[in-house]
């Protein structure tokens, strides 16, 4: 499957911001999909998952009640909306889809779209 993130820009603190992933060239509905970010010169993080049903969601502690996952498989499209965003939530980010359930282990995941940058000005 490939995947492609969108939807990034620059916001002021406290904007929101809603991420895309699109999918093709697989049964998206098959994948568990998630999004990580990485910031510079930091490691890439777990940022959400959400299972290919919908029934299940993780978020990152930090995140929760920030930032919400929802995916739709009839459009083969995941988002992450994001509001009050911070200057610390900098950073590319990237969706990532596995088979099997959603996990926040960033080596589960085996497709990677190209990520998408959200800057956060202070």
């Known amino acids: 499957v490939q995947l492609q993130a969108s939807g990034g820009g620059l916001v002021q603190a406290g904007g929101s911001l809603r991420l895309s992933c699109s999918a093709s060239?697989?049964?998206?509905?098959?994948?568990?999909m998630a999004w990580f970010r990485q910031a510079p010169g930091k490691e890439r993080e777990f940022v959400s998952t959400?299972?290919?049903?919908?029934?299940?969601?993780q978020y990152a502690g930090s995140l929760k009640g920030r930032f919400t996952v929802s995916r739709d498989n009839a459009r083969n499209t995941m988002w992450l909306q994001m509001i009050d965003l911070k200057p610390e939530d900098t950073a590319v980010y990237y969706c990532?889809?596995?088979?099997?359930?959603?996990?926040?282990?960033?080596?589960?995941?085996?497709?990677w779209g190209q990520g998408t940058q959200v800057t956060v000005s202070s």
């Open positions: 959400i299972s290919w049903s919908s029934s299940t969601k």
């Open positions: 060239g697989g049964t998206f509905g098959a994948y568990a």
């Open positions: 990532a889809a596995k088979t099997g359930g959603p996990t926040a282990y960033i080596e589960h995941y085996h497709y």
